[in-house]
């Protein structure tokens, strides 16, 4: 045995057929789609539907200002929205992403070790609430996760096949981490533990390995590189559209205490699973070192190069750029019970495991599932302005119009300061009036439609011109989670109503 696998205990007649990749991708696009259609569309996946609907040139237009490193995600959707563009619709390719990433997790974990290890990795994977949720988003963070899965189990397929066989293939699958998230990158350095170790011969003639090894490094390493040329040409767009980021805050090292919480979805989840992985990596080190160095990297390096980067550079840590890693956790957990001996208390391991962890994350499963599973609830925001005849709306950041498009009826309250039903070329905001005073000259009533809590507007220009055009508070609502959606109900004054 080398350092660079694991001894795979499935015989080997159930090497290139095993139902439990196929059962596990099922599972997993299942327990993904169970939530797609229960919680309102958020802002991230309404601007997924703006982007879509554009013409391939607006597109372009639309990726030369922003959102740039999304524009392979963009047109994958350009297509499917043709179909429409219903909740669950737009989310089933996030589902349908998930299964994918399940199925490769159980098959690259009994490549590692068995087919419980990877039936463990697979289901462990699924039930994690962070899967839910990304799994019935409409953006391409779930691509990822599979895109990365991917890579991992043709590396693997590359170091014990003839290079000659793998390498293209290992090729495409970099090249699909790098086109579905530009920070997936920061995934590829963990395969270099692989790629730089004595791969797996089986039963060499002596002084063959060195030559394989090179022949591996001579192919794998150009078809890495190559791979990597979507991530320069999106990296570049990115840079140029950095200004799109300003809005993330600077985070210190004590981010990374959140990071298991991030990765599972839950607390208490997160440090359990998170516990048990790094018992992966302690256990999986005496047999394989080279593949325990590459996980543990696959699990460590994102959120610590990030944090690097963001504190170098300029603030670019957000928790849900790191959902790559949560494949990662969830293997090396498996590959923690599975070690057990003897096998049938291996395998009530990691029934054990699941179970728990499905337990701890089952408050979090049933708030991804409500209307307000994604922290902003459109149609409750909706169902709160009671419009009289003549009210007019108006909204403090242009964009949250694009919620009350898609889940308002027609007619639900003048909206005076539109000025064209089509967003911005450049991006997902409206173009709007700015005289607003002007615009509710004759109003009685307003409503205001703000992101963020009741305390924001009074940072927002939009609701500060509402004030100063004379309108005072008299109601307001707030849905239940931060960022959220605020309602608020203005009326004239009572000394402007006497001018009026």
């Known amino acids: 045995m080398t350092a660079a696998t694991l001894t795979p205990i499935a015989p080997p007649a159930t090497r290139t057929r095993w139902w439990g990749a196929w059962a596990?991708?099922?599972?997993?696009?299942?327990a993904a789609l169970s939530g797609s259609g229960s919680a309102s569309l958020n802002g991230d996946e309404l601007a997924t539907i703006s982007a879509a609907s554009r013409?391939?040139?607006?597109?372009?237009?639309?990726?030369?200002?922003?959102?740039?490193?999304?524009?392979?995600?963009?047109?994958?959707?350009?297509?499917?929205?043709?179909?429409?563009?219903?909740?669950?619709?737009?989310?089933?390719?996030?589902?349908?992403?998930?299964?994918?990433?399940?199925?490769?997790?159980?098959?690259?974990?009994?490549?590692?070790?068995?087919g419980r290890a990877g039936v463990t990795a697979a289901v462990l994977f699924a039930v994690l609430p962070s899967v839910s949720y990304y799994g019935a988003f409409a953006r391409p963070y779930a691509f990822a996760a599979a895109a990365v899965v991917f890579s991992f189990w043709c590396l693997h397929r590359l170091t014990r096949a003839t290079p000659r066989r793998g390498w293209v293939l290992y090729g495409v699958s970099v090249a699909l981490v790098c086109s579905t998230h530009l920070f997936a990158v920061l995934t590829l350095p963990a395969?270099?533990?692989?790629?730089?170790?004595?791969?797996?011969?089986?039963?060499?003639?002596?002084?063959?390995?060195?030559?394989?090894?090179?022949?591996?490094?001579?192919?794998?390493?150009?078809?890495?590189?190559?791979?990597?040329?979507?991530?320069?040409?999106?990296?570049?767009?990115?840079?140029?559209e950095r200004h799109a980021v300003s809005w993330i805050q600077e985070r210190g090292p004590e981010v990374l205490l959140k990071f298991p919480k991030?990765?599972?979805?839950?607390?208490?989840?997160?440090?359990?699973?998170?516990?048990?992985?790094?018992?992966?990596?302690a256990l999986t080190w005496p047999r394989a070192r080279a593949w325990?160095?590459?996980?543990?990297?696959?699990?460590?390096?994102?959120?610590?190069?990030?944090?690097?980067?963001?504190?170098?550079?300029?603030?670019?840590?957000?928790?849900?750029?790191?959902?790559?890693?949560?494949?990662?956790?969830?293997l090396l957990a498996a590959l923690a019970v599975a070690a057990v001996r003897p096998p049938v208390a291996a395998v009530a391991a990691g029934c054990?495991?699941?179970?728990?962890a499905a337990v701890a994350g089952l408050d979090r499963h049933t708030e991804l599932r409500t209307v307000n599973g994604r922290f902003e609830d459109f149609p409750g925001a909706?169902?709160?302005?009671?419009?009289?005849?003549?009210?007019?709306?108006?909204?403090?950041?242009?964009?949250?119009?694009?919620?009350?498009?898609?889940?308002?009826?027609?007619?639900?309250?003048?909206?005076v300061l539109r000025l064209?039903?089509?967003?911005?070329?450049?991006?997902?905001?409206?173009?709007?009036?700015?005289?607003?005073?002007?615009?509710?000259?004759?109003?009685?009533?307003?409503?205001?439609?703000?992101?963020?809590?009741?305390?924001?507007?009074?940072?927002?220009?939009?609701?500060?011109?509402?004030?100063?055009?004379?309108?005072?508070?008299?109601?307001?609502?707030?849905?239940?989670?931060?960022?959220?959606?605020?309602?608020?109900?203005y009326s004239r004054s009572a000394r402007e109503a006497g001018r009026h």
Do not use: N
Request: aromatic share 8%.
């Open 24 to 30: 596990a991708g099922v599972a997993g696009g299942v």
């Open 55 to 114: 013409s391939l040139a607006g597109l372009w237009e639309l990726a030369r200002h922003i959102d740039g490193h999304f524009l392979p995600y963009y047109l994958f959707m350009h297509l499917w929205t043709q179909f429409g563009t219903a909740e669950l619709w737009l989310r089933l390719p996030s589902a349908l992403a998930i299964g994918v990433a399940a199925g490769l997790l159980a098959d690259l974990g009994r490549r590692l070790h068995s």
């Open 191 to 240: 395969h270099l533990p692989i790629l730089l170790s004595t791969p797996r011969s089986d039963e060499p003639a002596r002084g063959q390995e060195p030559s394989r090894h090179r022949e591996l490094l001579t192919r794998a390493l150009p078809a890495l590189a190559a791979g990597c040329v979507p991530a320069l040409v999106l990296g570049l767009v990115g840079y140029g």
């Open 262 to 281: 991030m990765a599972t979805g839950a607390e208490t989840a997160g440090v359990l699973v998170f516990a048990v992985a790094l018992a992966g990596v």
């Open 292 to 330: 325990s160095a590459a996980l543990g990297a696959w699990l460590a390096g994102p959120p610590i190069l990030l944090l690097t980067v963001s504190l170098l550079v300029t603030p670019l840590y957000v928790d849900r750029y790191l959902f790559v890693t949560s494949p990662a956790l969830a």
């Open 352 to 356: 054990l495991l699941v179970g728990v």
């Open 382 to 415: 909706v169902r709160r302005v009671a419009a009289r005849e003549g009210d007019a709306i108006v909204f403090g950041q242009s964009s949250v119009r694009a919620g009350f498009d898609y889940y308002a009826p027609p007619g639900l309250a003048d909206d």
């Open 420 to 489: 064209s039903p089509a967003p911005e070329a450049g991006g997902f905001g409206f173009p709007e009036r700015t005289d607003v005073a002007e615009a509710l000259r004759d109003r009685r009533r307003v409503w205001v439609v703000w992101r963020g809590a009741k305390a924001a507007g009074d940072r927002l220009p939009r609701v500060k011109a509402v004030k100063e055009a004379g309108f005072e508070p008299v109601s307001s609502w707030h849905s239940a989670e931060l960022p959220g959606l605020t309602v608020a109900l």
